[in-house]
C-alpha cells in the first residue's frame, strides 16, 4: 500500500518521525507533497474555524495519483457538523488531520521537550485513526484502541497507538 502524506501549507515538527511511525502500522510506503492550498472557502469567520467537510472535499481533487490512500495535514483549527471542533475527518480513501488542537502548547504547555514528544504521539494517533476510517474501521468501544472516539485532548492522550484485537482482525482480515 502506498500512502500520500500532503502537507498544506507548511511542515511539522516531527513529521518524518510521525510519517515512519504510520507508515510503519501499515506495512506501506510513503510519498510527501507540500501544497499551498487557498481554504478560504472552508474558512468560518465566525467560529474563527476551517469547515472540515468542505475543505476535504476541495482538496481530494489533490490526492497523489497512485496513493492508495491520503493524508492531508495542517495547523489550522477545524469542525465539522455539530461538533465544536474535531482533530481529523476520513472521506473514502482520503483524511484530513488538523494538528491545532493536537500541539500541547494549544493547552498552555510550556516544557517544549515534553510538548514535542506529546505532539508527535498524538499525530500518530490520529492519523492511524483517521486512516483506519478510510479502511472502512468505525469508531470501536474499546477505550485503548486508536479507533475510539476522541472528544477531547484527553480522549487522545488516553486510547492507545495500535487496533485492538477486534480492529486489527477486521482491518487485515483480507
Not at 474563527?48 to 481533487?61: G, H, I, P, S, T
Not at 468501544?141 to 485532548?153: A, L, Q, R, T, W
Request: net charge positive; with cysteine.
Amino acid at each position: 500500500m502506498r500512502i500520500a502524506f500532503v502537507l498544506i501549507g507548511r511542515t511539522l515538527p516531527g513529521f518524518r518521525e510521525v510519517m515512519g511511525a504510520v507508515t510503519k502500522e501499515f506495512k506501506a510506503k510513503a510519498t510527501t507533497d507540500l501544497i499551498d492550498f487557498p481554504m478560504t472557502r472552508s474558512f468560518r469567520s465566525e467560529r474563527n474555524q476551517y469547515d472540515a467537510e468542505v475543505l476535504l472535499k476541495d482538496l481530494r481533487k489533490f490526492a497523489p495519483l497512485g496513493a492508495h490512500r491520503t493524508v492531508f495535514l495542517l495547523r489550522e483549527d477545524m469542525f465539522a457538523s455539530r461538533l465544536n471542533f474535531i482533530f481529523g475527518l476520513a472521506m473514502e480513501n482520503v483524511c484530513i488531520v488538523s494538528t491545532a488542537r493536537l500541539d500541547p502548547r494549544f493547552y498552555g504547555e510550556k516544557d517544549m521537550e515534553k510538548a514535542r514528544e506529546l505532539f508527535k504521539e498524538r499525530v500518530i494517533k490520529e492519523i492511524v485513526h483517521e486512516l483506519g476510517h478510510t479502511m472502512g474501521l468505525p469508531h470501536c468501544d474499546n477505550k485503548k484502541c486508536v479507533m475510539v472516539f476522541s472528544n477531547s485532548i484527553d480522549d487522545v492522550d488516553n486510547k492507545g497507538k495500535e487496533f485492538c484485537k477486534n480492529c486489527a482482525k477486521a482491518l487485515y482480515r483480507e
